[in-house]
């Protein structure tokens, strides 16, 4: 059974950047979407990117279009989120799930325990 650990969080500035990885274990993850949540004080949970299974397609909410990378690297079990000119209000714990059974699917599953990620001056 797929289970995904998230990493990589921590305090950055304002402008600073940050690397998360979502490891897989359990399965392959070359047999997954694999997207990226996130949850601010507050707030309800939210998506930022998605990625197929390929890595070929990707997808980002509007507001880190630009700024916020999604990859993977599947021969490491791997799914990162390089994030670039953070501002506060990406604060949140950022977790990773399986798009069951595309980027495209309302459905999610194997959620991690999250990292979180605080910008602040």
């Known amino acids: 059974q797929l289970q995904l650990v998230e990493s990589g969080g921590g305090l950055v500035q304002p402008g600073g950047s940050l690397r998360l990885s979502c490891a897989a274990s359990g399965a392959t993850l070359d047999s997954y979407a694999i997207a990226w949540f996130r949850q601010a004080p507050g707030m309800g949970r939210a998506g930022v990117s998605c990625i197929d299974i390929s890595g070929d397609s990707t997808n980002y909410r509007d507001s880190v279009k630009g700024r916020f990378t999604i990859s993977r690297d599947n021969a490491k079990n791997t799914v990162y989120l390089q994030m670039n000119a953070l501002k506060p209000e990406d604060t949140a714990i950022y977790y990773c799930?399986?798009?069951?059974?595309?980027?495209?699917?309302?459905?999610?599953?194997?959620w991690g325990q999250g990292t979180q990620v605080t910008v602040s001056s």
């Open positions: 799930a399986a798009a069951l059974p595309s980027c495209t699917s309302r459905v999610f599953g194997s």
